[in-house]
């Protein structure tokens, strides 16, 4: 299950929710309680290592 971020349109919190991806269900804001509220677009990030970093470029 993705991890979708949202943003509360009356108190500004924002907040996760763990959410299967075909969910049709509204999130509800974790401080306030409120339902209006809008899906923001995620962020990846990638955590790792390598051992040889000689030519090695991983962007961003």
Not at 2 to 18: Q, S
Not at 19 to 48: H, I, P
Request: proline share 2%; with cysteine; charged share 20%.
């Amino acid at each position: 299950m993705p991890l979708i971020e949202y943003t509360c349109l009356d108190c500004g919190n924002r907040f996760e929710k763990l959410q299967k991806a075909d969910a049709a269900g509204q999130a509800e804001c974790s401080t306030c309680g409120s339902v209006n509220v809008k899906r923001e677009l995620s962020t990846f990030s990638s955590a790792g290592s390598s051992s040889s970093a000689a030519g090695c470029f991983s962007g961003g």
